[in-house]
């Protein structure tokens, strides 16, 4: 089921987040380097959970959770950009550790639904392209999404 977000749900969203970003921290922390990881991320263990904490108390009628049994399984954060019509998901997760299939595809379009009702006329969602981002980009083309820009980010040490 999925539902509005309560803020009684932040500790498990949290979590899930911390959890299901795990494999993207280290990802990071090969790509980068430790001197430049420990930079962007000063405490990978906590920070995508924080991140995603402060976008859900500042807007709790963004996020979405999906519930199972009585238990937060899943999150995605949203906002709307009404003047172009265009609905983002931004962080979004099923929770690792459940072993529930299928939890991402009932969150999108929940989403997409909440996009409709607001008259939305795209959705976007922003990945990474590397091994540890696959499994999201297969999730999103399976959700529907079919018009594809691909991007690069660089750094240079000083």
Same mark, same amino acid.
């Given at each position: 089921m999925v539902r509005p977000f309560r803020f009684e749900d +932040? &500790?498990?969203?949290? *979590?899930?987040?911390?959890?299901a970003w795990k494999p993207i921290m280290e990802m990071? @922390? $090969?790509? %980068? *380097?430790?001197e430049l990881f420990s930079l962007l991320? &000063?405490? &990978?263990?906590t920070d995508k959970g924080e991140e995603v904490a402060a976008f859900c108390r500042k807007n709790p009628d963004?996020? +979405?959770?999906c519930e199972e049994n009585g238990q937060v399984v899943g999150f995605v954060t949203f906002w709307l950009? @009404?003047?172009k019509r265009i609905g983002e998901i931004g962080n979004n997760a099923a929770d690792p550790e459940c072993g529930i299939k299928g939890i991402g595809q009932q969150m999108y379009q929940a989403v997409f639904e909440v996009? #409709?009702?607001? *008259?939305? #006329?795209y959705a976007v969602v922003h990945t990474g392209l590397d091994q540890a981002h696959s499994r999201a980009r297969l999730a %999103? $083309?399976?959700a529907g999404f079919n018009i594809k820009h691909e991007e690069v980010t660089y750094f240079r040490k000083l």
């Open positions: +932040l &500790p498990a969203v949290k *979590g899930i987040a911390n959890r990071f @922390r $090969q790509t %980068y *380097g430790e991320r &000063p405490h &990978p263990e963004c996020c +979405l959770v950009d @009404r003047e996009f #409709r009702r607001a *008259g939305m #006329r %999103y $083309q399976r």
